[in-house]
């Protein structure tokens, strides 16, 4: 058969291939569901669809995966008695995962951390982002942290920025 023939259904193929592999590509559908932690009260919006819940018992607040992804995040919070804002920045920045810290932010009452943990293997590079807000009367705090890998960085732009807009310090 002449080559005339087979080009078109070759071309079909490839379209229909680069079609599927698009689709599949694209981000799961984001819904904003609201949270609001039943001991010490801070609140955000969770962005369902793009991750699940993950049941981690006897932990504090809500840990989240991404669904078919690597990113994780993390809402919880603690008592701060004794503790302040230097102190619990001191304490999260000396974490055995942390590597490199490359932004540092923050108010009397909150602080963010950001950076990069320590590598896994090589061309593991993976970016942290935490936030920590304290209760008006300084005796709790609140925090959530989301990690991913770095190259998926301009995905998660967005989404960090919606969390902390959304994130709201303990009751107290």
Do not use: C
Request: no cysteine; glycine share 10%; hydrophobic share 45%.
């Amino acid at each position: 058969m002449p080559a005339t023939f087979w080009r078109p259904l070759v071309h079909s193929a490839a379209f229909t291939i680069v079609s599927v592999a698009a689709v599949a590509a694209q981000p799961a559908a984001v819904t904003w569901t609201p949270y609001a932690d039943p001991v010490y009260g801070f609140s955000a919006e969770l962005p369902l669809g793009l991750f699940s819940v993950v049941e981690a018992e006897g932990s504090p607040g809500i840990m989240l995966a991404e669904v078919g992804g690597e990113a994780q995040l993390s809402l919880y919070g603690g008592p701060a008695e004794g503790m302040n804002r230097d102190a619990l920045e001191a304490r999260l920045s000396a974490g055995e995962q942390i590597g490199t810290i490359t932004y540092r932010a923050g108010g009397d009452s909150w602080f963010v951390l950001s950076g990069f943990y320590e590598p896994l293997g090589p061309g593991d590079l993976t970016i942290f982002y935490t936030k920590v807000m304290f209760s008006p009367d300084h005796q709790t705090f609140s925090a959530f942290e989301i990690s991913f890998p770095a190259e998926d960085k301009p995905r998660f732009e967005a989404l960090v920025e919606r969390l902390e807009d959304n994130f709201t310090r303990p009751r107290g």
